[in-house]
């Protein structure tokens, strides 16, 4: 019996010699998640630029005021948390704004914000809902 595993080790080829080293490939799988990389316009106007890069999402926000830039990470369910910096054009005073973004359809994403770190003019418990609209 000690013969027939040690023959069905060698056949199968991997009872190479202590000092070979074997290297198998594996696949590793790449996250997959929706493409929203583009133009999004939300119901006044303003609109997010948005670029990805596999599912690490970033963005800016231009408004009269304050910019906006995101950075997150978006799951193959189309749902994302993310941390929005907005800054005061100003003053410069700068504010992490901490949101989900969850893809509706291919033309649609919501986004919410839950809090803030409660720096300059927003509230730790600040929140808003925005639905964006792809421009084409």
């Known amino acids: ?11 199968c080829g991997l009872l190479l010699n202590p000092f ?19 133009s999004w316009q939300r119901q006044d106007g303003f ?15 231009d408004a009269p005021a304050f910019t906006h830039k995101i950075n997150g990470i978006l799951n193959n369910n189309g749902f994302a948390n993310v941390v929005t910096t907005r800054t005061n054009l100003r ?5 992490e704004m901490y949101n989900t973004l969850q893809v509706i359809d291919y033309n649609r994403f919501i986004t919410k914000t839950y809090g803030t ?8 418990n600040f929140t808003d809902e925005w639905v964006y609209t792809r421009l084409r």
């Open 117 to 124: 770190d409660g720096r300059c003019d927003l509230s730790v």
């Open 20 to 38: 070979i080293s074997v290297q198998i490939p594996v696949a590793i799988a790449q996250q997959t998640c929706p493409k929203i990389t583009g």
């Open 91 to 95: 003053d410069g005073c700068t504010t």
């Open 47 to 61: 609109v997010w630029r948005i670029s990805q890069s596999n599912c690490q999402l970033i963005g800016r926000l």
């Open 1 to 11: 019996m000690k013969n027939f595993i040690g023959l069905i080790i060698v056949s």
